[in-house]
T-cell receptor
Framework: DTGVSQDPRHKITKRGQNVTFRCDPI?????LYWYRQTLGQGPEFLTY????????KSRLLSDRFSAERPKGSFSTLEIQRTEQGDSAMYLC???????????????FGSGTRLTVV | AQKITQTQPGMFVQEKEAVTLDCTYD???????LFWYKQPSSGEMIFLIY??????QNATEGRYSLNFQKARKSANLVISASQLGDSAMYFC????????????FGPGTRLSVLP
């Protein structure tokens, strides 16, 4: 297992276009998370899945954003009608935590860097 | 209100010297975990060290140690014997037992190690 994979690594799109990112978690992990990281800031939580159920959504996740995890494996994050403010790194993470604060069960991917021009 | 504060946007350290990166946090939860992550220019978040709120000893992992002062709500990262490869962004983060599975991150500190 090579860890959490994200595709693409970089995406440049014109304002108003739709984009979709994919995240493949570690295979035995049942939890999957999306974060957004703008330049010079730490990652901010967007949403979280346990298996295929989306259990939590941040207020940062506007109506233009949708995330799915249809079979409890890979996940997609779609942004519709992109705006320049959507330019950021989108990080995916997965976990199979035995306890709520297990520090070793949480793995991040390398992210997808989105630039909206 | 900011839950994680990192007051040093950038730090410089000479190779082989020790450096301390500051982190203060805010929570009303009794059970929480504090984490430090390293993010090199390639983008991945690399887990460095963890401190649980009930841990009495300060955490250590190789060259990394965490100076945990619970009453002051601080969790500073100490890197000993800095190496050129330590140049990166460093994020302090917290997870609270009562507030779900996600991390709250600080704004980060950019560490530059000078030869």
């Amino acid at each position: 297992d090579t860890g959490v994979s994200q595709d693409p690594r970089h995406k440049i799109t014109k304002r108003g276009q739709n984009v979709t990112f994919r995240c493949d978690p570690i295979s035995e992990h049942n939890r999957l998370y999306w974060y957004r990281q703008t330049l010079g800031q730490g990652p901010e939580f967007l949403t979280y899945f346990q298996n295929e159920a989306q259990l939590e959504k941040s207020r940062l996740l506007s109506d233009r954003f949708s995330a799915e995890r249809p079979k409890g494996s890979f996940s997609t994050l779609e942004i519709q009608r992109t705006e320049q403010g959507d330019s950021a790194m989108y990080l995916c993470a997965s976990s199979f935590t035995r306890t709520a604060l297990d520090p070793y069960g949480y793995t991040f991917g390398s992210g997808t860097r989105l630039t909206v021009v | 209100a900011q839950k994680i504060t990192q007051t040093q946007p950038g730090m410089f350290v000479q190779e082989k010297e020790a450096v301390t990166l500051d982190c203060t946090y805010d929570t009303s939860d009794q059970s929480y975990g504090l984490f430090w992550y390293k993010q090199p220019s390639s983008g991945e978040m690399i887990f460095l060290i963890y401190q649980g709120s009930y841990d009495e000893q300060n955490a250590t992992e190789g060259r990394y140690s965490l100076n945990f002062q619970k009453a002051r709500k601080s969790a500073n990262l100490v890197i000993s014997a800095s190496q050129l490869g330590d140049s990166a962004m460093y994020f302090c983060a917290m997870r609270e037992r009562n507030y779900g599975q996600n991390f709250v991150f600080g704004p980060g500190t950019r560490l530059s190690v000078l030869p």
